[in-house]
Structures are given as C-alpha cells and as structure tokens.
C-alpha cells in the first residue's frame, strides 16, 4: 500500500500529521470554497462577459491581421490559393511587402536604436521647478536679510510693499535656480537609473520585436514596465574566494505583445478607453512561478496545475489553426503539443462601485457606490487565480500602443501591409500572367487534325528532325494535317503594369525603393546630393510615424517607470520633479544635421574672441565633447573633463583678482589709461585710472595682465 494513501497519522500520539495527498486535497477545498465568493463568481462572469464581446468585435481584424502576416511572408490566402490551383499556371508572389516592412522596420530601428547610446529618449526638470515648503522658509529668510540690507542702504525704517515684493520675488528666483541646479543632477542621477532598468529589463528587445510588428500588424503592443521576481546572479568573496549567490529580486521587465492576444473594449480607441484583455498561454512551470508571488492566490494556482494535468483549461480560438500555420510553427494541430499550454484571461479595467456591493462586498470596502474601481483579474477557466485592484494611482495599465498610421477614434491603424495589400495583388496578378504568357510563348503551339493521325503515333514531343506520319484527308481536303504557330509575347506590357503599381506601393508606405538599397533610377538619384535630398523629403512621412511611437508609447512608458522609481526607490538622491522628454522624431534631424550645424557654430565661437569670452571656456569644450562623441571618439582622453575646465576658470578668476590688487596697490603707471568725464562745456568733473598692460611680481614671479585697457 502506497503510505501517501494514508490520510492522517500521529507524532507521538499527540499531534495529528496530514499526509501531502491529504495537504494536497485540503487546499484544493479551500481553493474551491474561495473561488465560489460572491464576489470572485460576480467578477469571473462580468470577466467573461467582457471577453466574448471583445472576441466578437475583433473577428474582421483578426482575418485582416492573418492576411497581412501570409503577406509578409510570401503566402496566398487560402481562398486565393485555391482560385490560382483552378486555373493552373505559376504560384509566383512578388515580395515587395516584404522588402517593404523590412526597409521601413530598418529605418525606424535606425532612427530609435540607432544612436551611440542607443537611446531615443531623456527626462529633463520641469521649465519652473515647485518649491518645497523648505524652500520656502529658505525664501523668507532670505527676502528678510535682503529687506534689511536694502534699509540700510537707503535710510529708511520701512520698505514700501512693493519694494518688499520685489525682493521677495528676487529670492524666489534665487532659489529657484538653485532648485534648478539640484533638479538637473537629480535628473542626472534618474536617467542613467532608467536607462539601466530597461536594458536589464529587456527593453531593446522588446522595442525590436515592437518595430517589427509595427509594420505588420494594425497596431503593435508593448508592454512595461511589469515587475517580476527574477533570479539574478551575483558573486560573493568569501575564505575560499568567490562563490556563485543566486538572488531573487524584484526587478522591472518589458516585452512585446502579439496583436493577436490583445482585445480592446468593442467601442475603444486607445489602451486606457476602456478594459483590456490579454490572452495568455501560459506552460505548467509558468504557472509555478506564480506561486508565492503577491496577489495571487496559492490554493488557486494549485488546484488549476492539477486541473491541467487531466486535461482540458483552454480557451479555443476561431483563428487558432490558421494563426499557428501562418506563424510558421509547424504542426496545424493544437492537440498534438506534449505540453499542454494553459490559456489565461488578464483583465484590466473598471468595476462599478455598486457591483461590488452587489457581489457581497462591504460598505466599508466601497464607501461609494458611484465610483469606477480599476482592477485586474486573471482567469483560467473557472478559476481565479488573482483579482486586486490596479497598483497604477491613475488606473493605467501596463500596455502602449501606436500604428505605423494612425486613425482617429480607432484602436487598429492601418500598417505597411495594409496599405500595399491592393499594389501587392496587383503586382502578383501580373507577375503570374507575365510567367504564364512567358511559358506559353517559349515555343510554338501546333494543331494538328486528329482525323489524319495515324494510330500510336507520339503527339507531346517536339524535337529536330521529327518525322511526322499522317494520313490523306478523307473528305479530299487540301488543307495540312499539323499547323505550327507562335503565341505572341506581351512581355512590354505586363512589365509596365508591374512597375506603375510596384512605384505606387513605394507612394503608399512612404518607404521608396532606395532606402532599401536599389540604387537604380535617375535624375536626382544619380548623385549623393541627389539622393540625400530625397532620403530628407521621405524623412517627412517616418516622421510621423516616430512621432506615433514617441507620443503614445515612449512618453507614457517612462512615465510609468520614473513613477516607480519615485514610489519604490528609497535612494533620495533620485528624486526630482521631471518631465519625460521623447526626442525620436528629432533623431532624424539630429542625425542627419546637427553635427553640421554643431561644426559651424564652434567655428563661429572660436573665430570670434568676443563670443569666446561670452560663452566661456566649459562652453567651448562642451561643443568640442559632443563633436569627438558623434566620432566614436575617447572624449575623456581629447577634452578634459568639466571639472578640470571650472578648476581653470577659477584659477584664472583668482589670479586676475590678485592681478588687480596689485595694481591698485602699486599706483598709476605710465602705461595706465585716463578716463575723464566731461561736462557739457568740456570742463573735467571726474578722472578714473585704468591699469594698462603692465608686468608685477607675484611670489617671486612675474605675472602678465593680460587685460586690454579701456579706452575713450
């Protein structure tokens, strides 16, 4: 007898022990008797609810979406399939979707990844930082003192109102700048933070996978920051060196979400109009890693993997077959897989107050009845296995999305597939004609009168020096008994057809041919000039798309994550009042010319020793930083760092300072420059002195004055 059988033993005599079947059935109740809970039945059904509206809604972009993914591929549709296999003839399909979304997917991943830092974005303080109310005692005290000094300057008991509001005004502004200063290394400090969380949190690669589907697809997802428990390695020394210490941390990640798995409300436009939904499929050890994590339910998670192991918990698709043979994942059979997926429903959205107390919550727990309670849900079958409200204040959820074009008041854009698709059928259409019509004029046709063939004789091959045997025409017909003759070739005119909608597609995606390498053509393709100018005039169009992708995904994906870092990093030296800057739409003009644009503004500074002096010396060697980077170059090792250049200004300040007591210490000179203030009538009212170029002993050592003199 199997002893995990027994249900219940002893530990001597006095404590009852539960065998794990026993444990194991025990939970499986408790999991049962808390999935029944007014509240998780009523959520699970409106769950449900939810789902088959938004399976209903999205069935026409779901056929849309599979056509364009055969298209990208180089596959006909199965209805257009069958067609062509009826009439016969070539199967040929012109890949220029193909060529298409690759070109345009290169040229957004250049212009978004493309940089040395492979960053497309950066955060910057806000144009008026808030004053803290410690700033703002700092800004009394410091309007006091100032109001103080300013009476004794004038010799007066009281300011006026006015003149107290201005130097409350002037402190204000003191402070502010130096709230500014603060706020920009904050800024710093943040943005190299962030920059480390996304390429740990697999940024880079989800924008990539993003990309590509945004060329694809209606619209591309993406989803982040989401934050999971990951085993991270790390090294610690010890007596007998360094040892392996595995951690499990809470870090954030991002990911690419299929088009495929996502379903809107049936009446939204954007993420956060309305519910979503996220079809998972999730693996047996997936389900696993869930266990223990906040917010789900243990006993829950358990009773479905035990579930699972006798079969069933998948939520079929209509498009399922057809999805995984368009995906190219071999076998069109769902059942056929020794690992069962495990499909799960990931509802975000609003709950009514008053549903909740309908479905047995407090009046405590739902003080008003009125208010719309954000949520998120899992389900996987009759389970729920978690069901809290959304951590995000504002009610936001952890997915972006944008088209390659956009359309008003739509979820689903339209993609580089969609506005080629009429161009693409075209172009195969005559691609097949043009084959078919070249195959059927490689040679000649004959006819032959049946009549006047003699029996066996061999009619499907034509070769030199074939002899022909036939018979006289019974009817007395002086006709021949085979006639040979050639089909004609409309070659010219099927390749005119192909190349007018073959430019029509390059009009229609905004993506020319030459951005993808095709250096034929004429007139201003001929010269580099040429060239660049019209890469800069099709600039214009990936520019909105960037622009999509700034405003919808990036600004508001950051957003989320520097929302994190202010609520759960405990470093106070990241903190700061900050505005998400996007600069992927400017990224093709950074690219193409600032450093032209940089190159001659430092010429102008450099030339010009008034504009040297106004800018300053850290100016200067900003400008020649940001110049040697765009080369690839060792910044570090070609102009030194900013604090050498302010230890130099301060050094020259200081020496220009003594420069000056010298001067004044040792009286005029007869390299000196009178300066005399006259009266209307030429009458002398005043003389200033000013110090010529002179040579003093400082410490011993001759120091030159190398101020010009002031001449009237």
């Known amino acids: 007898m199997d002893p995990m059988q027994n249900q219940t033993g002893s530990l001597g005599g006095l404590v009852p022990v539960l065998s794990a079947a026993a444990l194991q059935e025990q939970a499986r109740k408790d999991a049962e008797v808390k999935n029944t809970e007014p509240v998780l039945v009523g959520l699970a059904a409106y769950v449900r609810r939810c789902w088959e509206a938004s399976k209903q809604a999205k069935q026409e972009t779901e056929q849309r979406m599979l056509c364009s993914l055969r298209q990208r591929q180089g596959h006909y549709?199965?209805?257009?399939?069958?067609?062509?296999?009826?009439?016969?003839?070539?199967e040929i399909f012109m890949m220029i979707t193909s060529v298409k979304c690759r070109a345009a997917g290169s040229w957004l991943k250049d212009i978004l990844l493309g940089t040395k830092d492979g960053k497309?974005?950066?955060?910057?303080?806000?144009?008026?930082?808030?004053?803290?109310?410690?700033?703002?005692q700092q800004v009394v005290q410091r309007a006091t003192r100032d109001a103080m000094e300013m009476e004794m300057m004038v010799s007066q008991a009281l300011m006026t109102p006015m003149q107290m509001e201005e130097v409350v005004e002037r402190a204000k502004d003191r402070i502010r700048a130096e709230a500014k200063e603060e706020a920009k290394e904050a800024v710093s400090r943040m943005e190299d933070k962030m920059e480390d969380q996304l390429l740990e949190g697999g940024y880079l690669r989800a924008i990539s996978e993003f990309i590509d589907d945004l060329t694809i697809f209606p619209s591309a997802v993406l989803k982040g920051p989401v934050i999971r428990k990951k085993a991270v390695l790390g090294w610690v020394q010890d007596a007998s060196g360094w040892t392996v210490n595995v951690q499990q941390k809470l870090v954030p990640e991002w990911e690419r979400v299929s088009p495929f798995d996502i379903y809107p409300a049936p009446h939204s436009a954007d993420i956060d109009d309305g519910y979503l939904i996220e079809h998972h499929r999730l693996t047996r050890s997936a389900l696993n890693e869930l266990i223990g994590v906040d917010g789900y339910s243990d006993d829950a998670i358990r009773a479905v993997l035990e579930e699972n192991g006798r079969g069933g918990l998948r939520e079929w698709l209509a498009i399922d077959q057809a999805r995984i043979?368009?995906?190219?994942?071999?076998?069109?059979?769902?059942?056929?897989?020794?690992?069962?997926?495990?499909?799960?429903?990931?509802?975000?959205?609003?709950?009514?107050?008053?549903?909740?107390?309908?479905?047995?919550?407090?009046?405590?727990?739902?003080?008003?009845?009125?208010?719309?309670?954000?949520?998120?849900?899992?389900?996987?079958?009759?389970?729920?296995?978690?069901?809290?409200?959304?951590?995000?204040?504002?009610?936001?959820?952890?997915?972006?999305?944008?088209?390659?074009?956009?359309?008003?008041?739509?979820?689903?854009?339209?993609?580089?597939?969609?506005?080629?698709?009429?161009?693409?059928?075209?172009?195969?259409s005559t691609a097949r004609a043009l084959v078919n019509n070249m195959g059927i004029a490689s040679g000649p046709q004959v006819g032959y009168n049946v009549s006047r063939i003699p029996a066996g004789e061999d009619l499907t091959q034509v070769y030199p020096w074939k002899v022909w045997q036939y018979t006289s025409d019974p009817y007395g017909s002086t006709a021949p008994a085979m006639d040979f003759f050639q089909p004609s070739i409309n070659a010219a005119e099927l390749m005119g057809v192909y190349e007018k909608f073959s430019a029509l597609a390059d009009e229609y995606s905004g993506v020319p041919r030459y951005m993808s390498g095709d250096a034929s053509g004429q007139g201003a393709l001929r010269t580099s000039s040429g060239i660049s100018m019209l890469m800069g005039n099709a600039g214009k169009a990936i520019k909105q798309v960037v622009a999509n992708i700034d405003v919808n995904v990036t600004t508001p994906m950051l957003e989320r994550q520097y929302y994190h870092n202010m609520r759960y990093e405990e470093d106070p030296e990241l903190k700061g009042d900050v505005q998400i800057v996007a600069r992927g739409a400017n990224m093709l003009i950074v690219k193409e010319q600032a450093q032209v644009r940089r190159n001659e503004f430092l010429q102008i500074v450099a030339s010009n020793p008034t504009f040297a002096?106004?800018?300053?010396?850290?100016?200067?060697?900003?400008?020649?930083?940001?110049?040697?980077?765009?080369?690839?170059?060792?910044?570090?090792?070609?102009?030194?760092?900013?604090?050498?250049?302010?230890?130099?200004?301060?050094?020259?300040?200081?020496?220009?300072?003594?420069?000056?007591?010298?001067?004044r210490q040792a009286g005029p000179q007869p390299s000196d420059v009178i300066n005399f203030e006259r009266d209307e009538s030429g009458a002398v009212k005043s003389a200033k002195v000013m110090p010529g170029n002179r040579q003093q002993m400082q410490n011993g050592a001759p120091v030159t004055d190398n101020f010009a003199p002031a001449r009237r």
């Open 325 to 428: 043979a368009a995906e190219n994942k071999g076998s069109s059979s769902l059942d056929y897989n020794p690992e069962a997926l495990i499909d799960a429903l990931q509802f975000w959205g609003s709950v009514r107050g008053q549903d909740l107390i309908d479905w047995g919550m407090s009046a405590e727990e739902i003080p008003d009845p009125t208010v719309e309670y954000n949520c998120e849900v899992w389900q996987i079958g009759r389970w729920t296995i978690k069901a809290t409200l959304n951590y995000d204040p504002l009610g936001r959820k952890p997915y972006d999305k944008t088209s390659y074009e956009e359309i008003p008041g739509a979820f689903w854009g339209n993609s580089v597939a969609d506005l080629v698709r009429d161009c693409q059928k075209v172009c195969n």
């Open 77 to 90: 549709d199965p209805e257009d399939m069958a067609e062509i296999k009826k009439t016969g003839g070539s």
């Open 613 to 663: 002096q106004i800018v300053g010396e850290p100016a200067i060697a900003a400008l020649l930083r940001e110049g040697a980077k765009a080369l690839d170059m060792d910044t570090d090792e070609i102009v030194p760092p900013p604090e050498v250049i302010r230890a130099r200004a301060s050094a020259a300040m200081q020496m220009a300072q003594l420069q000056m007591q010298a001067a």
């Open 120 to 136: 497309s974005w950066g955060i910057a303080p806000t144009t008026i930082p808030d004053l803290a109310p410690e700033d703002m």
